[in-house]
């Protein structure tokens, strides 16, 4: 079967090619700009089925083929959404969805003007990550490396070197999971991770994460057979340890710690960058580390450490 079909077929949803009928001239744009996202920029199969569905429900909206949509018309939409009781992150994805679809009909030939270069999405407010301090993250730690003293057990073993890698390198779980034995350098105490948009990059290990490590690899064994892929994770019956499985991990590990502490995979990730700016970090560094393509989505955390100052200020300063 040709790639691009293939292609396209994980990127429908179940029914979409028997479902209402769209207006004359979208499907084939639809499809030839799915597989220009997969092809070019190397989209995930889950991204390219959302970044469809969206333009599926846009091209139903306006009900007219794409050289005839009009800005006023996608603002309607737009308004729609609003009154649907759409998030902002939605409303943002679809308006960047949009966008990059009309700018692309345009390249091509497809469409003379662009209506969506003037649609803009409304401003999203961002949430303040929750952050647990330094010290509920060594007591997480702490209460992890006594269950694994305790129980002599692999599985208790593998859920500390999780938690310890989360932390030192603030991996997303994803790329935790499908982290590969030879992606883990000893020497070099690092690890390389193959991130967003199949872009890589390499991370440092603290001293106690590649203990941890080294601690689970000696058991490894024990739960592997002879289908065991060659990820550092696996699941108790040999497989490759699932994202689900890490999060399960995340939580009952940081719950240990006390009520309020528990967080999953990614607050792990929100408190290394943060406790990293609180060091002395510079941003771009942890820009880096995390993988990110822009600053400015490090730049969050900068404003969480100055609010941990504020608090600070206002609870010690006499003339606070």
């Known amino acids: 079967m040709p790639h691009r079909v293939l292609l396209l077929q994980r990127c429908r949803g179940p029914g979409e090619d028997g479902g209402m009928e769209l207006p004359p001239g979208w499907s084939v744009l639809l499809d030839e700009y799915v597989a220009h996202l997969g092809a070019e920029r190397g989209l995930s199969p889950h991204t390219l089925r959302a970044y469809a569905t969206d333009l599926r429900e846009l091209a139903l909206f306006v009900d007219v083929e794409p050289a005839r949509v009009t800005l006023s018309r996608l603002r309607s939409w737009l308004g729609r959404m609003g009154d649907d009781g759409a998030a902002t992150s939605t409303v943002q994805r679809r308006v960047a969805c949009t ?53 002599d057990d692999v599985i208790a073993a593998r859920d500390l070197a999780v938690v310890e890698l989360l932390y030192s390198s603030g991996l997303r779980v994803s790329e935790l999971c499908s982290l590969l034995l030879r992606d883990v350098d000893r ?11 199949g872009k890589a990059r390499t991370v440092p290990l603290g001293a106690p994460a590649l203990k941890a490590i080294d601690a689970w690899l000696s058991v490894r ?18 497989g490759a340890l699932d994202p689900r499985v890490a999060r399960r991990i995340v939580h009952e590990a940081t719950a240990a710690a006390g009520p309020g502490a528990e967080i999953g995979p990614h607050g792990l990730r929100h408190a290394m960058a943060t406790h990293l700016l609180e060091g002395g970090a510079d941003l771009r560094s942890v820009q880096e580390m995390l993988g990110h393509a822009s ?7 900068t404003h969480v450490t100055s609010e941990r100052l504020r608090e600070a200020f206002k609870q010690a300063h006499p003339r606070a």
Not at 108 to 124: M, S, T
Not at 128 to 151: I, Y
């Open 99 to 151: 966008r990059g679809f009309f700018a692309w009909a345009v390249r091509e030939g497809h469409v003379a003007a662009d209506p969506a270069a003037r649609l803009k999405a409304p401003k999203r407010q961002r949430r303040l990550p929750k952050v647990l301090p330094t010290g509920a993250v060594g007591e997480v730690l702490a209460a992890a490396e006594t269950r694994v003293a305790e129980a």
């Open 187 to 197: 020497e070099r105490r690092s690890v390389s991770v193959l991130g967003k948009g």
């Open 221 to 238: 064994g024990q739960v592997a057979t002879a289908r065991s892929p060659d990820t550092v994770f696996l699941g108790a019956r040999g």
């Open 295 to 301: 600053v400015a989505t490090t730049q969050i955390y």
